[in-house]
Structures are given as C-alpha cells and as structure tokens.
T-cell receptor
Framework: EAGVTQFPSHSVIEKGQTVTLRCDPI?????LYWYRRVMGKEIKFLLH????????ESGMPNNRFLAERTGGTYSTLKVQPAELEDSGVYFC??????????????FGSGTRLTVV | AQSVAQPEDQVNVAEGNPLTVKCTYS??????LFWYVQYPNRGLQFLLK??????LVKGSYGFEAEFNKSQTSFHLKKPSALVSDSALYFC??????????????FGSGTQLTVLP
C-alpha cells in the first residue's frame, strides 16, 4: 500500500504569509494525526482526526493554526499568519481504527517549514 | 502529564560494536513504549514497541529494547552496529490510562553515528 504522503516537502515563506500543508493518509486509515518538531526539540502532538472529526486538538499552539479534513480523506494544516517560531518539521501520521495505539502509526516524511 | 527523556543528543559508536540509545519515561499509569527512526530525508519509521509481556522486545533491523519498570527506562540496543544504522532515533510513550491516550509523547531524539 502507498504510504502517508505529505507536500510540499519544503516550504520557505516570509513572516506574515500564509502556508498550507497537506497530508494524504493511507487509504482506509480513519485516524490522522499532525505532529511537529521545532528547533531540533521533541516531536510534539498537534491534533488528531477520526475521519473528518477533530478528536483532540489540545496540541494546537494558537488560533493561527487551522486543520481540516473534509470528507475524511486528506488533511490540510494552514498557518496564517506565519511567525518565525513556526519553523520546524511538520509530520502527519495515520492508522486504522483501533490499531495505531498498539502498533505504532505510519508517518509521512514531513514538511520542513522555514519562516524568514 | 507524561514525558520522555533522551539524555544524549549524540551517540557515536564504531561499526561492529554494540550500541545503546537511552530513554527514560514518566507516566501516571501503564505505558506503551515505542522507538522510531528517521533516516535523512525520510519519514519516521516504526522500529519496535512494548505493550505488555516479555520485557525484552525485538524489532526491525536487529534492534531490541528492554522495558525496565523500576528504572522507568526503555533503552534501545543492538549487538553489532552498522554504518547504515546512522540516523535520528526517537523514543515515544503513550499513557493508556490518560484521557489523551491516543497521542504519543516523544523524546527530543538522539543522533546515532556509526563510524566505519
């Protein structure tokens, strides 16, 4: 099966601009997660979708971040307006219902966002 | 709140020698523990997990990890390192008794370099 696909792989934008990251999970995976790694630190949870519903968005840093998953397929993460501290690597992961917690998720290769 | 510590940012080991990448965790309940690896320009790949049962778990590429409840540790090991093992390694924990049970908490990562 195809893996989790993220694009773009890299994005460089200026402070104040808007960027939209996309994640295509593995087909049939109802769980979709966003994580990010900032400044070489730990990877932190952002939010969790079950199909099109936000199950847990406790990790979203502020209201400049908006995640959507219309139709329960692919997901987008929009940052508007971007700030310097938003720079980092944004990872998406997916899993089947009832499996991710025990078997580990499948992660994408990440989007490296640089805000200048 | 759950947390993971990877005390070493960098581990260097000679090819053929045993390697250890350290991880300690803190959870209020019972942990599910994971190791992930990130090769350059690749996504996070699942290596192994501890859910329950035997404290010594074996994973991909000859890696293994030992769950030590009294020391709250889950160190990653390999008897004989390969140059191709050079990568960034992340330890992660899920507290199954927590309300935020589905999300993973990651450590800050350890860069492993195997020298030829």
């Amino acid at each position: 099966e195809a893996g989790v696909t993220q694009f773009p792989s890299h994005s460089v934008i200026e402070k104040g601009q808007t960027v939209t990251l996309r994640c295509d999970p593995i087909s049939g995976h109802d769980n979709l997660y966003w994580y990010r790694r900032v400044m070489g630190k730990e990877i932190k949870f952002l939010l969790h979708f079950v199909k099109e519903s936000k199950q847990d968005e406790s990790g979203m840093p502020n209201n400049r971040f908006l995640a959507e998953r219309t139709g329960g397929t692919y997901s987008t993460l929009k940052v508007q307006p971007a700030e310097l501290e938003d720079s980092g690597v944004y990872f998406c992961a997916s899993s089947r219902m009832g499996q991710g917690e025990n078997y580990g998720y499948t992660f994408g290769s990440g989007t490296r966002l640089t805000v200048v | 709140a759950q947390s993971v510590a990877q005390p070493e940012d960098q581990v260097n080991v000679a090819e053929g020698n045993p390697l250890t990448v350290k991880c300690t965790y803190s959870v209020s309940g019972n942990p599910y523990l994971f190791w992930y690896v990130q090769y350059p320009n690749r996504g996070l790949q699942f290596l192994l997990k501890y859910i329950t049962g035997d404290n010594l778990v074996k994973g991909s590429y000859g890696f293994e990890a030992e769950f030590n409840k009294s020391q709250t540790s889950f160190h990653l090991k390999k008897p004989s390192a390969l140059v191709s093992d050079s990568a960034l390694y992340f330890c992660a924990v899920r507290d199954i008794s927590s309300g935020s049970a589905r999300q993973l908490t990651f450590g800050s990562g350890t860069q492993l370099t195997v020298l030829p």
